[in-house]
Structures are given as structure tokens and as C-alpha cells.
């Protein structure tokens, strides 16, 4: 298949996850630091291995144009 943004050919994109885990630091009752998960950093990035664009930020769509 051909990238819709640099037209090299590819059979694979790379997957970038989110950076990381975000936390809320506070302070709790016993005057301790407390940290709380609330969310990741952001969505997966599937970028083309040739240019680097991201050609999908959803999983089942980027799986979509790998079986076209």
C-alpha cells in the first residue's frame, strides 16, 4: 500500500502510544504528598515509517488501511 501523504510504498506503520500516565499531585489529611492517575497523555499516534506523519490516531482505522 502507498502512504496518502509521502506515496512510499509500506506494508507497516509505526504505533506511538501516549507519554505517559498523567497524575494530580496533592496533599492529603495526614500532610503527605498524594498523587491520583486521571488519564494517559493523549491518543496512539500511527505514523508512516517512510515520512513520520501521522496517518491515524485510531487503532481500528489504522487497521483498516494496513488490509486494504
Same mark, same amino acid.
Given at each position: ?13 509505526? &504505533?506511538?502510544?501516549?507519554? $505517559?500516565?498523567?497524575? *494530580?499531585?496533592?496533599?492529603? @489529611?495526614? +500532610? /503527605?504528598?498524594?498523587? &491520583?492517575?486521571?488519564?494517559? $497523555?493523549?491518543?496512539? *499516534?500511527?505514523?508512516?515509517? @517512510?515520512? +513520520? /506523519? ?15
Amino acid at each position: 500500500m502507498k502512504c496518502p501523504e509521502c506515496s512510499q510504498d509500506i506494508s507497516y506503520l509505526e &504505533d506511538h502510544p501516549p507519554v $505517559g500516565t498523567i497524575f *494530580e499531585l496533592s496533599i492529603n @489529611e495526614e +500532610g /503527605e504528598p498524594q498523587y &491520583d492517575e486521571v488519564g494517559t $497523555g493523549g491518543d496512539d *499516534e500511527y505514523k508512516c515509517p @517512510e515520512c +513520520g /506523519e501521522v496517518l491515524f490516531t485510531n487503532e481500528e482505522e489504522a487497521i483498516k488501511f494496513l488490509k486494504t
